[in-house]
């Protein structure tokens, strides 16, 4: 009996360790996107209060995108510049610092659907195509998405709105703030820090 | 973002001689180089020689910004309906159309041409002299920016340094040169200034409409973004050149009221995707993908 209860034990471990490990959706780009997209669109309208869309916006960016590789992306050539714990704060505070600035963007959102509209591929992962089709008649807003592989599934490395690309915007910005400091990379996690704190992203 | 180089953009009207003096005023600047940061500015290279000045004339327009356009931008929005404001867009746009088709067909684009061609006719006709945009609205044909500068730049002529024009905002000699040729080049103006009517104030009050109808579409958005940025001039920067470039490469669209989004042209083919993305997102594309791995 206590041998039997064992083999069940260790088969239910087993199968706890093993199931979880790759998420049904997250091998298709597409898919990925579309239940991504429609949650965002869900959970971070216009009727939720800041405090709370904020919260949600950084969950659901920790979640879904490649933060640590985005991360070194956007510091660029600083990145290696930067000590372990400098990087550590800077992944931190850039964070903060995203759910910030994009949450708010989304704010004037209400009611719209994102539908896919393409997938190509591109160097090591997939650009997806969207659309958020709007309420009010007005033309659908084109979004494209670079997800590049990981763990088992995708995660978002890019947001290109417009042909422009939210990780190079935000590494030139980053690069001119360190280099306006004197070529410190302190100077930008302070900042970022303090943007966070003042406008109340935490 | 983008709204502020469409502010510029149609404000050309009222600055087709100021520009000029001005561009005479920031080159003589660039006679006089500032000194770079040695060393620093070499490696992160945001083509910005003149940046010490440019951010001097930025600070300006951000005054400029804060006292006259926005002020002005909302009480436009308070003072009329949207439909009227709409009718006054949609109105400006079809002005546009003309110097778009020559630019599209300069360009080679003679699909983007054409609809230009389909959509003035029957806006100006059907959608009553322009007031209504109806091929855009009903027909499925989106109105697509287009001016000089991009066709320059389809051309292979590079942008050259950043350069913040006093009032106009972020440009680049290319795009700057083409605004001055388009300000005595449109057919409106010539026209209304032009015998027998010598309206000459027309094409000024026509620019300045201008400028109110874009910026009022855009209170929200460049307000959240100077408020989030720790560097708005860079931001803008950033913005101005990904936007411009992606312009030439083809990607055209109107800019939706909202948050910077937009509609664009199809998907092109997956073989393509490298080659009409231009240095800086193909490198992110890569450099993203690179990373990802680890």
Redesign the interface.
């Given at each position: 009996m206590k041998r039997i209860l064992f083999l069940i034990a260790a088969f239910v471990l087993a199968l706890g360790i093993l199931l979880p490990a790759r998420p049904v959706a997250a091998a298709d780009p597409a898919a990925v996107i579309t239940s991504l997209g429609n949650e965002a669109l869900k959970v971070l309208g216009k009727n939720v209060d800041p405090d709370v869309r904020v919260a949600r916006f950084r969950q659901l960016f920790q979640q879904n995108f490649n933060v640590p590789g985005i991360a070194r992306f956007v510091l660029g050539r600083y990145w290696r510049l930067a000590t372990p714990t400098q990087q550590q704060e800077f992944i931190r505070f850039f964070t903060d610092y995203i759910a910030l600035v994009y949450a708010n963007q989304l704010a004037e959102y209400n009611g719209e659907t994102l539908r896919v509209t393409g997938t190509r591929p591109a160097p090591d992962g997939a650009l997806v195509s969207s659309e958020i089709i709007r309420t009010d008649g007005k033309p659908p807003a084109r979004v494209d998405w670079l997800l590049t592989p990981q763990s088992g599934g995708y995660k978002i490395s890019d947001v290109i709105v417009e042909g422009i690309s939210m990780a190079v915007t935000q590494r030139s910005e980053f690069a001119s703030v360190i280099q306006r400091d004197g070529g410190q990379v302190q100077g930008l996690i302070t900042a970022l820090r303090q943007k966070t704190e003042s406008t109340g992203a935490h | 973002?983008?709204e502020r180089l469409t502010t510029i953009r149609h404000l050309r009207l009222v600055s087709a001689n100021l520009v000029i003096v001005l561009t005479a005023i920031v080159s003589g600047c660039a006679s006089h180089p500032q000194s770079q940061?040695p060393g620093?500015?070499a490696?992160?290279d945001?083509h910005d020689p003149l940046e010490n000045v440019n951010r001097k004339i930025f600070d300006f327009n951000q005054v400029v910004d804060r006292h006259v356009l926005v002020p002005a931008a909302k009480a436009y929005r308070a003072a009329l309906p949207e439909r009227v404001r709409d009718s006054v867009h949609d109105f400006l746009n079809n002005l546009q159309e003309p110097l778009i088709f020559a630019n599209a067909t300069l360009q080679g684009r003679f699909d983007y041409a054409r609809d230009s061609a389909v959509r003035f006719v029957l806006n100006s006709t059907v959608g009553v002299g322009g007031l209504v945009d109806v091929v855009?609205?009903w027909g499925g044909i989106?109105y697509r920016e287009n001016d000089l500068g991009i066709t320059f730049g389809v051309w292979g002529i590079p942008e050259g340094p950043y350069l913040v024009i006093p009032v106009l905002g972020p440009s680049d000699p290319r795009d700057i040169s083409g605004l001055a040729i388009e300000a005595f080049g449109d057919p409106w103006n010539r026209i209304v200034s032009g015998q027998p009517w010598n309206y000459y104030w027309i094409p000024y009050v026509r620019g300045a409409v201008s400028g109110i109808d874009q910026r009022s579409r855009y209170l929200?958005?460049l307000a959240?973004i100077e408020?989030?940025?720790?560097?708005y001039?860079?931001?803008i920067?950033?913005?101005y050149r990904?936007?411009r470039?992606?312009?030439v490469?083809g990607?055209h669209?109107?800019?939706?009221?909202?948050?910077?989004?937009?509609?664009?042209v199809p998907?092109?083919?997956?073989s393509s995707?490298?080659s009409t993305r231009?240095p800086?997102?193909v490198s992110?594309?890569?450099?993203?993908?690179?990373?990802?791995?680890?």
């Open positions: - | 973002m983008r940061q620093v500015a490696e992160e945001f855009g609205r989106p929200e958005t959240d408020r989030t940025s720790l560097d001039y860079a931001t920067r950033s913005l990904q936007r470039a992606a312009l490469r990607e669209g109107n800019l939706p009221p909202n948050p910077g989004f937009t509609q664009n998907a092109a083919p997956a995707v490298a231009s800086d997102v992110a594309l890569q450099d993203g993908a690179g990373v990802s791995g680890q």
